[in-house]
């Protein structure tokens, strides 16, 4: 297989690797607990395919399906509700050997949008597909169509009552802007995959998309740099092309954020720890640009093309979580 961060070919598999999310918001305490243990769920769908030598593919779809189906992020069910008191739900996946995504946006009868991204990345000759055009080709691969009624739940509907009988408020919501999910993962084969899947903002006007579905803005994945997954508002996100921009900072990262033994009097590569140090720092970079050009908040993660996982948001908090080398399952709010 390739090792496409050296260039070169070796003869032994990878170590995979898997990062999740669930959001970079103002996560009230109440909330804690269930992000937590949505994130590990997550992990736990996800992990045993790459650990038994399947694909970042099958993994990444098997985390976000998750997440979807979980009502306190948003995404799937429990997506936040339209002007309209609609959902209309987005989501993307990302090969990062062919640079090929599968994008699609303004769902309101698909119950888990992941599915229909990895179905346009592999079965059509487009890269995205919206609304009732998304739809029929979902119909026509064989993934059923739901009623809208049932990706609203209970809180998502109370909250759109509020907004519209009152001020558009964080107070009536768990999350208010943000909540998005998203995976990145390498399986053993050296293959990287990145996915996003949202149900936007809350009383958007109905049409609109953000950042997530959109390839480099709320994902990327390119196997000779690294994957990333953002959540935050999107409209900014999409001004300075977060995805891309980290993808594009980890492909230079060593040289920006490390200090080389060559420093210290010798020609060595740079070890690995600092690599690690590395896939953080870039994270912080991405979301210090989107704060300081922007003055937006947001988040992400990211695996560099070496499996190191990195996390960064300017929220009061963000749900994620990761496998750590020696197999065990870290979650953070």
């Known amino acids: 297989m390739w090792t496409n961060c050296a260039r070169f070919t070796i003869l032994f598999a990878m170590r995979p690797s898997l990062i999740v999310h669930g959001g970079a918001w103002d996560i009230p305490d109440e909330a804690v607990d269930a992000c937590n243990s949505g994130c590990r769920r997550a992990l736990e769908a996800g992990w045993p395919i790459l650990s038994h030598g399947g694909s970042a593919l099958q993994a990444v779809e098997a985390a976000i399906v998750v997440l979807e189906d979980d009502p306190v992020f948003d995404a799937g069910y429990g997506s936040h509700l339209n002007l309209d008191g609609r959902v209309e739900c987005d989501a993307i996946v990302m090969n990062g050997e062919t640079l090929r995504a599968g994008?699609?946006?303004?769902?309101?009868r698909i119950r888990n949008?992941?599915?229909?991204?990895?179905?346009?990345?592999?079965?059509?000759?487009?890269m995205m597909l919206?609304?009732?055009g998304a739809e029929r080709f979902a119909r026509d691969h064989g993934i059923a169509l739901c009623d809208p009624a049932d990706l609203v739940s209970d809180a998502e509907r109370e909250a759109w009552r509020h907004c519209r009988q009152d001020k558009h408020a964080a107070a009536h919501h768990r999350g208010h802007e943000q909540g998005t999910v998203g995976a990145v993962a390498i399986d053993?084969?050296?293959?990287?995959?990145?996915?996003?899947?949202?149900g936007g903002t809350c009383c958007k006007l109905p049409g609109r998309v953000g950042d997530s579905p959109l390839i480099g803005c709320g994902c990327y994945a390119d196997s000779t740099a690294g994957g990333v997954s953002c959540t935050g508002y999107g409209e900014a996100i999409m001004k300075i092309v977060m995805a891309k921009t980290a993808t594009d900072l980890l492909r230079t990262g060593n040289a920006a954020f490390c200090v080389s033994d060559s420093s210290r009097g010798s020609s060595s590569p740079v070890s690995h720890s600092c690599a690690e140090d590395t896939a953080m720092n870039v994270a912080r970079e991405a979301v210090?640009?989107?704060?300081?050009?922007t003055h937006a908040t947001g988040g992400l993660i990211l695996l560099d093309c070496e499996g190191?996982?990195?996390?960064a948001f300017n929220t009061p908090r963000m749900a994620y979580g990761y496998v750590a080398a020696d197999g065990s399952m870290f979650t953070a709010v």
């Open 103 to 108: 994008a699609v946006a303004g769902l309101q």
């Open 113 to 126: 949008p992941i599915r229909l991204a990895r179905a346009v990345l592999e079965h059509c000759p487009h």
């Open 130 to 132: 919206v609304a009732e």
């Open 188 to 198: 053993a084969h050296g293959k990287l995959f990145a996915a996003t899947s949202t």
């Open 288 to 293: 210090h640009l989107l704060a300081r050009r």
């Open 308 to 311: 190191n996982p990195g996390v």
